[in-house]
């Protein structure tokens, strides 16, 4: 059996200080050497008693005197060496001297901020430059792994196993992107305790290399989760190194919003308003900066320059229009600056051609205005029967026993209108149209059979109805009471557009008849809103999300059988909002932050049917979609950077759809932490923080550098104090 051959190697982390504290060494012999008196030899008859006593004690007195000079030199010697940080390297059996093995963990910041530019350097660049040099700075035997630190994080190498090969680690490492969202502290700490799990290595290193901004470090209402996950780390008894990158004080402007005033876009609005936000994080206001919009690429109204004050988010107004039905990008953008990751921000807006909505009629009547449904059409498209304007809405009305064989998908919204009951079959339609982000909106009437309703659609708070029905309120024949509506400050969507009108308009809403209603309860913990009540304090209107989709429930019925709304002039507008408040849900899933998945659900028929995606960077991506019950589902997850996601189905009927994701606007603040902040953000963590890593020499920058002696050495030189003070006392004893 071969043995295995014993090499190592003396280095030092500080050579020039080593070699300068060598000169230092010299100077108690230079001193010694300096102080030795010359003299003649001239004979004396009572020097001749003195001389014989020194030739006694002269052999003793040198030993003395090089025993302390040898003791303060290697003092010197000691303390010097030291401070140069020496180590021990070698392959072999040299294992207590020079250290085992160790797995170190290089943790690579990717959140936005890293992004930050000086020069034409970012610092995600210096981070993978100094991960490069801490692999290349391992000792033989080490083992490697990575994780990207991101939302969510990415272990690049170690999932499996950790990686001994520096050139290949070095490879991964070059090749890293760095995305274009925040972070994940919980996870991106489990994923490092993932890569330590399969280690079989006792000694354990974990360096994040970050620019410590607070956004990355400062997590709100995830402290028991980070809790668990730092005493997860502390367990596995592994060093941990921050290496802080950054820079207090930063400049940086972003657009942080991005918002239209309708939910559903219509071709042909005069109305749409895109409203973007602005900010500057900076320390000093910024004069003339300039705002712009483009339209699928093309640059939309230019608007004149704005001021930008320290740390107030500044509205831009811009009134869109759009040449044609289909989706379209919105994207609004800022003059570069050091961070140009968050100076651009982007919208998916699909326009129609006109909504389509479908009305269900519980109570339908061959006679004008004497169908459920016949008020609710015509506010819903006012000239169909004119010679105005086209509506924006058009409408198509069938029986309630046409529901269970209508497919529900090419429609809107599904106002169901004084529908008695409901079959199981008839729930799922309804369930499955929301889940593909369809709106349904449900009047009251006389029909309504409300065991069903509660059975059915409400399931004890479980079900697609938002409120629970209860007994009917007031008599629609005697009309001995009526109730007023309470907009509630005109707080919700649904009746925003009547604030600040003026008195006889408000009236026209307010001032609206109600004879009958149905007692409506919302649930604890419903995520259900009030838009309007009754004067008795009861809801009138109540919104709801419901899976993508939304739900409204009126309690009151959609004709003039138990209420006088339909005559008044605030029924149209307010109904509109109803339509377009419950179809929004379409609109909403196009966008999304980055590092979130884009998911669209569709009919079930579409199942299995492939997708081809281009991502921001014009990289090509497929996906396939996957049947979930009634369902087929479109999903997404790479989604790191910034931009318009174009998808193109297989499918000739489902065709084209486009998402955005967009940054999280709080990485756009530069404001870091220090050592007491990160530790407070952090509580329990036990780390060193290394912030003079420019000024670093390529060995000390590996901070796992094994076989240190420097703490021997200072021992030693505690050890020489003592011995010199004990020789000095008793030498200077005899001396006496």
């Given at each position: 059996?071969?043995?295995?051959?014993?090499?190592?190697?003396?280095?030092?982390?500080?050579?020039?200080?080593?070699?300068?504290?060598?000169?230092?060494?010299?100077?108690?012999?230079?001193?010694?050497?300096?102080?030795?008196?010359?003299?003649?030899?001239?004979?004396?008859?009572?020097?001749?008693?003195?001389?014989?006593?020194?030739?006694?004690?002269?052999?003793?007195?040198?030993?003395?005197?090089?025993?302390?000079?040898?003791?303060?030199?290697?003092?010197?010697?000691?303390?010097?060496?030291?401070?140069?940080?020496?180590?021990?390297?070698?392959?072999?059996?040299?294992?207590?001297?020079?250290?085992?093995?160790?797995?170190?963990?290089?943790?690579?910041?990717?959140?936005?901020?890293?992004?930050?530019?000086?020069?034409?350097?970012?610092?995600?660049?210096?981070?993978?430059?100094?991960?490069?040099?801490?692999?290349?700075?391992?000792?033989?035997?080490?083992?490697?792994?990575?994780?990207?630190?991101?939302?969510?994080?990415?272990?690049?190498?170690?999932?499996?196993?950790?990686?001994?090969?520096?050139?290949?680690?070095?490879?991964?490492?070059?090749?890293?992107?760095?995305?274009?969202?925040?972070?994940?502290?919980?996870?991106?700490?489990?994923?490092?305790?993932?890569?330590?799990?399969?280690?079989?290595?006792?000694?354990?290193?974990?360096?994040?290399?970050?620019?410590?901004?607070?956004?990355?470090?400062?997590?709100?209402?995830?402290?028991?989760?980070?809790?668990?996950?730092?005493?997860?780390?502390?367990?596995?008894?592994?060093?941990?190194?921050?290496?802080?990158?950054?820079?207090?004080?930063?400049?940086?402007?972003?657009?942080?919003?991005?918002?239209?005033?309708?939910?559903?876009?219509?071709?042909?609005?005069?109305?749409?308003?895109?409203?973007?936000?602005?900010?500057?994080?900076?320390?000093?206001?910024?004069?003339?900066?300039?705002?712009?919009?483009?339209?699928?690429?093309?640059?939309?109204?230019?608007?004149?320059?704005?001021?930008?004050?320290?740390?107030?988010?500044?509205?831009?107004?811009?009134?869109?229009?759009?040449?044609?039905?289909?989706?379209?990008?919105?994207?609004?953008?800022?003059?570069?600056?050091?961070?140009?990751?968050?100076?651009?921000?982007?919208?998916?807006?699909?326009?129609?051609?006109?909504?389509?909505?479908?009305?269900?009629?519980?109570?339908?009547?061959?006679?004008?205005?004497?169908?459920?449904?016949?008020?609710?059409?015509?506010?819903?498209?006012?000239?169909?029967?004119?010679?105005?304007?086209?509506?924006?809405?058009?409408?198509?009305?069938?029986?309630?026993?046409?529901?269970?064989?209508?497919?529900?998908?090419?429609?809107?919204?599904?106002?169901?209108?004084?529908?008695?009951?409901?079959?199981?079959?008839?729930?799922?339609?309804?369930?499955?149209?929301?889940?593909?982000?369809?709106?349904?909106?449900?009047?009251?009437?006389?029909?309504?059979?409300?065991?069903?309703?509660?059975?059915?659609?409400?399931?004890?708070?479980?079900?697609?109805?938002?409120?629970?029905?209860?007994?009917?309120?007031?008599?629609?024949?005697?009309?001995?009471?009526?109730?007023?509506?309470?907009?509630?400050?005109?707080?919700?969507?649904?009746?925003?557009?009547?604030?600040?009108?003026?008195?006889?308009?408000?009236?026209?809403?307010?001032?609206?008849?109600?004879?009958?209603?149905?007692?409506?309860?919302?649930?604890?913990?419903?995520?259900?809103?009030?838009?309007?009540?009754?004067?008795?304090?009861?809801?009138?209107?109540?919104?709801?999300?419901?899976?993508?989709?939304?739900?409204?429930?009126?309690?009151?019925?959609?004709?003039?059988?138990?209420?006088?709304?339909?005559?008044?002039?605030?029924?149209?507008?307010?109904?509109?909002?109803?339509?377009?408040?419950?179809?929004?849900?379409?609109?909403?899933?196009?966008?999304?932050?980055?590092?979130?998945?884009?998911?669209?659900?569709?009919?079930?028929?579409?199942?299995?049917?492939?997708?081809?995606?281009t991502r921001p960077d014009d990289a090509k991506a497929q996906a396939k979609l996957k049947p979930s019950g009634d369902v087929s589902l479109f999903h997404f997850d790479d989604t790191d950077l910034s931009g318009a996601y174009r998808v193109r189905f297989a499918s000739q009927g489902l065709g084209?759809?486009?998402?955005?994701?967009?940054?999280?606007?709080?990485?756009?603040?530069?404001?870091?932490?220090?050592?007491?902040?990160?530790?407070?953000?952090?509580?329990?963590?036990?780390?060193?923080?290394?912030?003079?890593?420019?000024?670093?020499?390529?060995?000390?920058?590996?901070?796992?550098?094994?076989?240190?002696?420097?703490?021997?050495?200072?021992?030693?030189?505690?050890?020489?104090?003592?011995?010199?003070?004990?020789?000095?006392?008793?030498?200077?004893?005899?001396?006496?």
């Open positions: 059996m071969l043995s295995t051959p014993l090499l190592w190697a003396l280095g030092f982390s500080n050579l020039p200080l080593l070699q300068m504290g060598i000169a230092a060494a010299s100077l108690p012999i230079l001193i010694h050497l300096l102080n030795r008196r010359k003299y003649r030899e001239t004979s004396w008859a009572a020097m001749r008693f003195l001389l014989a006593a020194i030739r006694k004690n002269q052999k003793r007195v040198k030993v003395e005197q090089w025993l302390l000079l040898a003791v303060r030199t290697l003092l010197v010697i000691f303390v010097v060496s030291a401070m140069a940080k020496p180590f021990l390297e070698s392959l072999g059996a040299m294992k207590l001297l020079t250290g085992e093995r160790t797995h170190r963990v290089i943790v690579l910041d990717g959140s936005l901020s890293m992004a930050y530019t000086v020069g034409d350097r970012q610092r995600f660049d210096e981070a993978k430059d100094l991960a490069a040099r801490l692999v290349r700075d391992s000792r033989s035997g080490d083992v490697l792994s990575v994780v990207l630190m991101a939302d969510p994080p990415r272990v690049v190498i170690g999932d499996a196993s950790p990686s001994a090969n520096q050139a290949e680690v070095l490879k991964e490492i070059n090749q890293i992107t760095l995305p274009h969202g925040g972070t994940d502290l919980v996870a991106s700490l489990g994923a490092v305790d993932r890569v330590l799990e399969v280690s079989t290595i006792p000694r354990k290193e974990v360096v994040f290399i970050t620019d410590l901004q607070a956004a990355s470090w400062r997590k709100s209402g995830v402290e028991e989760p980070l809790k668990r996950a730092v005493a997860k780390l502390e367990a596995r008894k592994a060093q941990s190194i921050v290496i802080d990158l950054g820079k207090a004080g930063g400049e940086n402007r972003a657009v942080t919003d991005l918002r239209l005033n309708q939910p559903v876009v219509t071709l042909g609005s005069t109305d749409l308003i895109a409203t973007a936000t602005v900010k500057n994080f900076g320390t000093a206001a910024v004069n003339g900066a300039r705002v712009r919009l483009l339209i699928d690429g093309q640059l939309g109204p230019e608007l004149p320059p704005v001021d930008l004050p320290v740390g107030v988010d500044v509205p831009v107004v811009f009134r869109p229009s759009f040449p044609s039905a289909g989706d379209h990008v919105l994207e609004v953008k800022i003059d570069d600056d050091p961070l140009p990751l968050d100076n651009r921000r982007w919208m998916a807006v699909p326009v129609k051609d006109a909504l389509k909505v479908l009305l269900v009629d519980g109570h339908y009547k061959t006679e004008a205005f004497d169908s459920e449904t016949d008020y609710l059409a015509q506010a819903l498209n006012p000239t169909s029967t004119s010679q105005g304007s086209p509506s924006s809405v058009r409408v198509e009305v069938i029986t309630e026993s046409g529901l269970a064989r209508r497919d529900l998908a090419p429609y809107d919204a599904v106002a169901l209108c004084n529908v008695g009951q409901f079959s199981e079959a008839e729930v799922s339609a309804l369930d499955a149209y929301l889940k593909q982000g369809g709106g349904v909106i449900l009047f009251g009437g006389d029909q309504v059979v409300p065991e069903n309703y509660n059975r059915l659609l409400y399931a004890d708070g479980k079900g697609l109805l938002p409120a629970m029905i209860g007994a009917t309120i007031g008599d629609a024949e005697k009309k001995q009471s009526a109730f007023d509506f309470n907009p509630l400050g005109f707080a919700h969507p649904i009746v925003a557009p009547f604030a600040g009108t003026d008195a006889p308009v408000i009236a026209g809403l307010v001032n609206a008849k109600t004879w009958r209603y149905h007692k409506l309860t919302i649930p604890a913990g419903s995520q259900a809103k009030v838009a309007l009540a009754f004067s008795s304090g009861d809801p009138a209107v109540i919104e709801a999300p419901r899976y993508r989709g939304r739900v409204i429930q009126i309690a009151t019925s959609a004709d003039s059988g138990w209420t006088t709304w339909p005559l008044h002039p605030s029924y149209a507008p307010i109904m509109e909002q109803v339509v377009l408040q419950a179809a929004g849900g379409r609109l909403a899933e196009r966008n999304v932050k980055v590092g979130q998945p884009l998911d669209q659900v569709l009919p079930a028929s579409a199942s299995n049917t492939s997708a081809d995606i084209e759809a486009t998402f955005t994701a967009n940054p999280d606007p709080l990485e756009s603040d530069p404001l870091k932490l220090d050592k007491t902040g990160l530790s407070d953000a952090v509580p329990g963590w036990k780390f060193t923080l290394l912030t003079n890593w420019k000024d670093l020499t390529g060995s000390s920058v590996s901070v796992g550098r094994h076989g240190e002696l420097h703490r021997q050495l200072l021992y030693g030189v505690l050890l020489l104090l003592i011995v010199e003070s004990i020789l000095a006392w008793r030498f200077g004893h005899h001396g006496n």
